[in-house]
């Protein structure tokens, strides 16, 4: 089976820098996967990595260990709207490949 | 595309009646993936089918949960009958394809379901 860690809440002011780590462990592993979701919305794709390191779109960067089991989100210049959960997701390779998600992690960004 | 459609937006029944939630995958799309989120459990896989074929029905709660999907267009989730335990937001989602590069799921807006 699969199981994901992430921490429950972060908070942060506008401008800064804040990283969501996630650790997992799995069967087998295809990569991981960030979904964004805001208060009373759907979640939303952000990022994936199959391969170990940093991937790097806009603001929002995503970064893989494979061999530590281990992934990060990253978002710099924070803003309000960032305020958000973000969820880190794995493919369950031994039970029919569906995506596991992670317990999210809550953003507040502060003015 | 207008995304994925999800109806209804809300739903208020009272326990023991028949609730149909539907959902209307993104065009193209060959995975349909039907999810439950409650605060207590986070967001869990109910079902997903392939093809219109459901593959994974290992998360469905108990019989009192069915789903379909006749065609590559339209799916229904169904609870009959309905208990309180069963309010959560669920959510439809579909994806292209599943390949080792990796997937996007693409979420409707989701049904908040309360079951009084």
């Known amino acids: 089976g699969q199981s994901l860690e992430q921490p429950s809440e972060v908070t942060a002011v506008e401008g800064a820098i804040v990283q969501i780590n996630c650790t997992y462990q799995?069967?087998?592993?295809?990569?991981l996967s960030w979904y964004q979701q805001h208060d009373g919305g759907a979640p939303t794709f952000l990022s994936y990595?199959?391969?170990?390191g940093l991937e790097e779109t806009g603001r929002f960067s995503s970064f893989l260990s494979r061999s530590d089991s281990y992934g990060y989100l990253l978002l710099q210049e924070l803003q309000m709207k960032d305020s958000a959960s973000y969820f880190c997701?794995?493919?369950?390779?031994?039970?029919?490949?569906?995506?596991?998600f992670g317990t999210g992690t809550r953003l507040q960004v502060f003015p | 595309d207008a995304g994925v459609i999800q109806s209804p937006r809300h739903e208020v029944t009272e326990m023991g009646q028949e609730v149909t939630l539907r959902c209307k995958p993104i065009?193209?799309?060959?995975?349909l993936f039907w999810y439950r989120q409650t605060m207590m459990r986070g967001l869990e896989l109910l079902i997903y089918?392939?093809?219109?074929?459901?593959?994974?029905d290992s998360g469905m709660p108990e019989d009192r949960f069915s789903a379909k999907m006749p065609n590559a267009s339209f799916s229904t989730l169904k609870i009959q009958p309905s208990e309180p335990r069963d309010s959560a937001v669920y959510f439809c989602?579909?994806?292209?394809?599943?390949?080792?590069?990796?997937?996007?799921?693409?979420f409707g807006p989701g049904t908040r379901l309360l079951v009084l």
């Open positions: 990595n199959a391969l170990d």
């Open positions: 089918f392939n093809n219109n074929v459901p593959i994974d």
């Open positions: 799995t069967s087998g592993f295809y990569g």
């Open positions: 065009s193209g799309h060959d995975y």
């Open positions: 989602a579909s994806s292209f394809e599943r390949g080792v590069a990796g997937e996007t799921q693409y």
């Open positions: 997701a794995v493919r369950d390779r031994s039970g029919n490949d569906k995506l596991i």
